[in-house]
């Protein structure tokens, strides 16, 4: 921090240009926090790929750290339930060798934040296809969730920015309807339209939303010792 003003480090897992717009993120922010990121470079969600992404984690921790950020945030779920529970920890882990800077993920922020709520079973509305559904389920799953119902668009990686804002919005009340005693929609991915559905799907269900934009934002601030109330995303940056 410098004169008040906060640096977050994202470590984003695709290339620059995918994903939330730094203008999306920026509404998300108090106006005294700004962002600085740093791309690994996933092309697609196959092993290969977020093997060398994953790989490259330190060299990108050092870019930031070199940016003078308060602190560092790995986004993307693929990346980090491919190695399975406990997985974030062990990223976090490699970058604080890098830094001292304190650093989580995305995904360390998103299973925080579902807890915060008190949520214990969820429903998880996702873009990915079968195979990165399943190790999202069994990773929320060894977090201590009960997964109620899975709505999935079962779309390629190329795809996920052109979806419409609406598919998230009716796969998560088609979520609930199969699991009508879930107590939170948990909608990974950065990369698909989500963020304008969280207000709108709070409001007419009564259960709150996590998503990986908000939560990997919040969780950041969080870290940072900034815990201004943000409105319009939802109970989790409105009153934790």
């Known amino acids: 921090m410098k004169d008040g003003k906060y640096v977050l480090g994202m470590m984003k897992p695709s290339t620059e240009g995918r994903g939330s717009s730094r203008e999306e993120m920026k509404q998300m922010l108090p106006p005294n926090v700004s962002i600085t990121s740093a791309a690994l470079g996933i092309n697609d969600l196959v092993a290969g790929q977020l093997t060398a992404a994953l790989s490259r984690i330190e060299e990108v921790a050092a870019e930031l750290a070199a940016q003078d950020v308060d602190v560092i945030t790995m986004g993307g779920t693929p990346p980090v339930v491919f190695g399975g529970y406990g997985f974030d920890h062990k990223i976090i882990e490699r970058i604080n060798k890098v830094t001292p800077i304190p650093a989580t993920t995305s995904q360390t922020s998103s299973v925080q934040a579902i807890k915060l709520l008190g949520a214990k079973k969820i429903v998880v509305v996702t873009p990915f296809q079968d195979y990165v559904n399943a190790m999202v389920v069994k990773f929320m799953e060894d977090s201590g969730f009960a997964v109620g119902s899975l709505q999935a668009a079962n779309a390629p990686f190329e795809e996920f920015p052109k979806m419409p804002l609406s598919l998230s919005y009716e796969l998560s009340l088609k979520a609930l309807k199969a699991a009508p005693d879930a107590q939170c929609f ?55």
């Open 186 to 240: 948990y909608i990974p991915c950065a990369a698909w339209p989500v963020s304008a559905n969280i207000e709108r799907l709070e409001q007419e269900t009564g259960i709150p939303v996590v998503t990986s934009t908000q939560s990997g934002l919040w969780g950041a601030l969080r870290l940072a010792g900034v815990k201004t109330p943000i409105y319009g995303y939802g109970r989790l940056f409105r009153d934790f």
